[in-house]
């Protein structure tokens, strides 16, 4: 066997901090060889960017590291920049985060790469420039020629972080280090990034640590897996037997923690609570929000964006219908707009019998009552200078103004401790709290009101798998104990199967396919909602080596262009980026499962 291209022993990373010395990283050791793929699964805070910031010799100022970190023999560890300067970016590179924070603005994406290539290779800036174009057609960047001239901020997510792949891997590295690079992307993208990554460590020999939270993601590329917890690696295999046979209680509460495509609902947890009736409490008719967008230049049209397209759908009593689609596709506009926190262009909007387009703004106010929202990120959400108990009070103190003082201190006490807060923290601030207590912070605030309609939007996509798997539990329980309507509206198709009865698929502002969950995942009929099925990884290696991925060219088309609404009815299609264009019909294929015209 050749020797490994990373020797990692006794790896000990420590920060000196205002409140004493934090422990990040604790006696780590790992090999990786050529070609290998090692997966370092963890939640937030186990210590899994520092330990390769540590190896990269990138740690912030107040961090020092200590033990040994061996490339191909030679000690990085205490090694001059100048030393680490000729490996880093060329023989060992990284991936970060987040594309956009990492790529410099005020520089196009190729004339990035080609920097990376002549600091490191020295080549003529116009070979160069043609190994820059490679790289972005072998990352399949539609239209890299185009691309290549194009600043970070004119780039989707998905197409910068293709972007940092082909920077990191221009100069041919024997080691890649991504760090979660597709915790931020929708599946399709997602798939499409494993699959590069793929690809580079069969076709380029790359060693790939691939850093990620997602078990999935590590199932789909892995060879091997390390798993840390409060900077220590707790266990440590090929990745069969950390999948099949986990010896650890923290790898095991991970494996059971996710939510999974192939299943409907997790073991001994909380259960989908039937509807409460048959009764329909929201319809919802023909509704468009559009926005007007006026092109550059002087004589420049205003075109309008169609962010949400002619949505019909109607709720019933105590169900919950999961939203789906991609960034862009109108999900929270629609939600927003249904709860008139938008102006709608068209439609109608029926709340128990009650148009609320009609309604008036006085009445409007009394429905906020029954009309409740949970939002992405509960820190953006919650006023830093309230403590949490005042937060939590604010829409009880709103909306039924003749409570009284105890009363509303005592109802704000029953409700944190049905969210799973402890009163006793009534008078901390929200930045006293981790994520996943203040995203409980943000369902109190719209639980104590008692809603009749809850609209969660994006509520668990930002959380770490075992506080995600505590919040939907606790939305089941709350939704079983107030029989409320859900909105559920997230990009994880595998938490949505989850948590509704009831699965819409929206692209471009449109319905392309509305069913039952168990329907949806078993007979998609849209070629859209099947791509978007076969992208999420499941948290099984054999299943994700074996399965075939739907696979959509290009990315996600704008909804300025009249055109893209028909990608998937192209016989139908006018080749004018303003001409009215032909509306596909939802049609009903088998009773209530109703698909988009498609060719």
């Known amino acids: 066997m050749s020797s490994p291209i990373l020797e990692v022993s006794n790896l000990n990373v420590r920060f000196s901090t205002p409140d004493g010395e934090v422990h990040a990283v604790k006696d780590a050791s790992f090999t990786i060889g050529e070609s290998e793929c090692l997966g370092v699964v963890g939640e937030s805070g186990s210590g899994k960017s520092q330990m390769f910031l540590a190896t990269m010799g990138i740690l912030s100022g107040n961090g020092k590291a200590s033990g040994s970190v061996k490339y191909r023999g030679q000690e990085l560890i205490g090694a001059t920049d100048r030393q680490l300067n000729k490996l880093r970016g060329s023989k060992i590179t990284m991936i970060f985060q987040d594309p956009l924070t990492c790529l410099t603005p005020h520089m196009t994406a190729g004339a990035q790469i080609v920097e990376a290539l002549q600091v490191h290779t020295k080549l003529p800036r116009d070979e160069a420039e043609k190994r820059a174009l490679e790289m972005l057609e072998l990352v399949r960047i539609p239209e890299a020629k185009r691309r290549m001239r194009q600043y970070p901020h004119e780039l989707s997510g998905g197409m910068r972080q293709r972007v940092m792949i082909a920077m990191a891997t221009a100069c041919g590295p024997d080691l890649l280090i991504a760090d979660e690079p597709t915790t931020a992307l929708d599946v399709t993208v997602q798939a499409q990034i494993l699959e590069i990554m793929r690809d580079l460590k069969v076709e380029l020999k790359t060693a790939i640590v691939l850093i990620s939270h997602d078990m999935g993601v590590i199932a789909g590329v892995s060879d091997r897996v390390a798993v840390m917890r409060r ?22 509460m991970l494996l059971d923690s996710m939510p999974r495509l192939d299943r409907p609902d997790r073991d001994g947890e909380a259960r989908l609570p039937p509807p409460k009736s048959d009764q329909t409490v929201l319809e919802v008719r023909d509704l468009k929000v559009h926005f007007p967008v006026r092109g550059t230049g002087f004589f420049a049209k205003t075109k309008p964006l169609r962010a949400v397209d002619g949505v019909s759908f109607d709720l019933r009593e105590g169900e919950t219908l999961g ?27 029926v709340w128990m019998t009650r148009d609320l387009n009609a309604i008036s703004d006085s009445d ?63 008078n901390r601030y929200p930045h006293e709290f981790s994520g996943g207590q203040n995203q409980r912070v943000g369902i109190a605030r719209a639980m104590i ?11 668990v996509s930002a959380l770490d798998v075992s506080i995600q798997s505590q919040i939907v539990d606790l939305i089941l329980k709350l939704q079983t104990e107030f029989g409320m309507s859900m909105l559920f509206i997230s990009h994880d198709l595998s938490v949505v199967r989850q948590i509704s009865h009831r699965v819409m698929v929206l692209y471009l502002g449109r319905i392309v396919e509305l069913a039952d969950r168990e329907t949806i995942y078993k007979d998609a009929r849209h070629p859209y909602t099947k791509a978007l099925i076969s992208a999420v990884p499941v948290p099984d290696p054999k299943f994700e080596r074996s399965k075939t991925h739907v696979k959509l060219t290009g990315d996600l088309p704008s909804p300025l262009d009249t055109r893209a609404q028909l990608n998937f009815l192209k016989s139908k299609l006018i080749d004018d980026p303003d001409a009215e264009q032909y509306r596909p019909a939802l049609i009903e294929v088998t009773p209530g499962h109703y698909v988009a015209e498609h060719d």
């Open 231 to 252: 900077g220590e690696i707790v266990e440590t295999g090929p990745v069969d037997d950390i999948f099949y046979k986990p010896r650890h209680d923290y790898t095991k």
């Open 323 to 349: 939203i789906v689609g991609e960034s862009g596709c109108g999900k929270s506009t629609l939600a927003r707009a249904v709860l008139k926190l938008l102006p709608k262009t068209d439609g109608t909007v």
């Open 364 to 426: 409007q106010r009394r429905l906020r009552k029954e009309l409740q929202i949970v939002f992405q990120d509960p820190l953006a959400s919650l006023d830093p200078r309230r403590t949490i108990g005042e937060s939590i009070a604010e829409p009880l103190r709103t909306l039924q103004p003749g409570l009284s003082r105890d009363a509303v201190r005592a109802k704000v006490r029953a409700t944190m401790e049905q969210v799973g807060l402890d009163p006793a923290w009534l």
């Open 449 to 459: 009101v008692e809603p009749k309609l809850v609209i969660c939007d994006e509520a």
